[in-house]
C-alpha cells in the first residue's frame, strides 16, 4: 500500500470521567496497551505529526481519554482515541480502579469504536495484561489489532521471530488473534503503511 497522507489530524477533547465523551461522529479506533509502550508516539507516526499526541518518559501521564480528529486522504474523517496506559506498578489502587472504568465504559459502550489497536513493546513481548486485555475485548466483541512497537530497537534478525513469539504467546493463552501482529516503529516508521491498510481494511 502507499503512503497515507493525512491532511487533517487536530486535538478535539480529553474525556475524564465515564460518559463525557464527544458527541457520537465519525469511527474511532482506539489506542490502547501498558504504559510506556509508545502509544502516543504511534499516534503522530500514523498521522504524520511530530506533537500531535503527547508523548513523556514518565510512564502513566496519561489520565484521560484523549479524541482527535483525523482524515486520511481521501477517506472519511476517523477519531482516533489515546487510551490511559495500563500495568504501571506506581498507581494507586484508587487510579487503577479509574482506568478500568473509564476505559471499560468507553470500550463496551461506544457504538463507534471500529478498532482498538493494542500496542506491545518489542523489546518487552506480550504480558499478563496484555493476553488479560485481548481476552477481554474478544469476549466483548470488539476485534483487537495486534502491533509490537519500537522495533527499531531489535536486531533485524530478532524482529520476525519477535512477532511470531508474540502470536505464540496469545495462542498459548488461548487466543486466536484475527489477524498476525504488526511491527512498528516510530523512530523509522517501519510499519506505519502495513497498520494504515489494516487499519482501513474496514472492520480491524
Ligand atoms: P503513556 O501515555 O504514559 O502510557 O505512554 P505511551 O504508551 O503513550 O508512550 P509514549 O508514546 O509517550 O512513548 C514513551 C517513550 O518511548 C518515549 O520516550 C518515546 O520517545 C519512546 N518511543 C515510543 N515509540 C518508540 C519507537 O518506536 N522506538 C523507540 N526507540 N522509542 C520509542
Ligand atoms: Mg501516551
Redesign the pocket.
Known amino acids: 500500500m502507499s503512503v497515507v497522507d493525512v491532511p487533517l489530524a487536530e486535538y478535539l477533547v480529553e474525556a475524564r470521567s465515564s460518559g463525557s465523551w464527544p458527541d457520537v461522529g465519525p469511527l474511532e479506533i482506539a489506542f490502547a496497551?501498558?504504559?510506556?509502550?509508545?502509544?502516543?508516539?504511534?499516534i503522530n507516526t500514523l498521522t504524520a505529526r511530530k506533537a500531535l499526541?503527547r508523548?513523556?518518559?514518565?510512564?502513566?501521564?496519561?489520565k484521560g481519554l484523549i479524541f482527535f480528529r483525523v482524515q486520511p486522504q481521501g477517506r472519511p474523517e476517523l477519531r482516533f482515541v489515546?487510551l490511559?496506559?495500563y500495568g504501571y506498578a506506581r498507581v494507586s489502587q484508587q487510579e487503577r480502579h479509574a482506568w478500568k472504568t473509564l476505559v471499560e465504559g468507553y470500550v463496551t459502550e461506544r457504538g463507534t469504536l471500529a478498532a482498538v489497536v493494542v500496542?506491545i513493546d518489542a523489546r518487552r513481548g506480550v504480558k499478563d495484561e496484555d493476553c488479560d486485555l485481548v481476552e477481554w475485548l474478544l469476549a466483548v466483541g470488539r476485534r483487537p489489532c495486534v502491533v509490537l512497537?519500537?522495533?527499531?530497537?531489535l536486531a533485524r534478525n530478532e524482529r520476525k521471530l519477535t512477532l511470531d513469539a508474540a502470536r505464540a504467546a496469545f495462542a498459548k493463552a488461548g487466543l486466536a488473534l484475527p489477524k498476525p501482529p504488526i511491527g512498528?516503529?516510530?523512530?523509522t516508521r517501519e510499519g506505519r503503511d502495513a497498520l494504515w491498510a489494516r487499519l482501513l481494511e474496514g472492520p480491524a
Not at 508523548?55 to 496519561?62: K, Y
Not at 512497537?149 to 530497537?153: A, E, M, N, S
Open positions: 496497551g501498558r504504559s510506556n509502550v509508545g502509544k502516543s508516539s504511534l499526541a508523548t513523556s518518559n514518565t510512564p502513566g501521564r496519561t489515546d490511559p496506559g500496542v512497537t519500537k522495533l527499531d530497537k512498528f516503529s516510530s523512530r
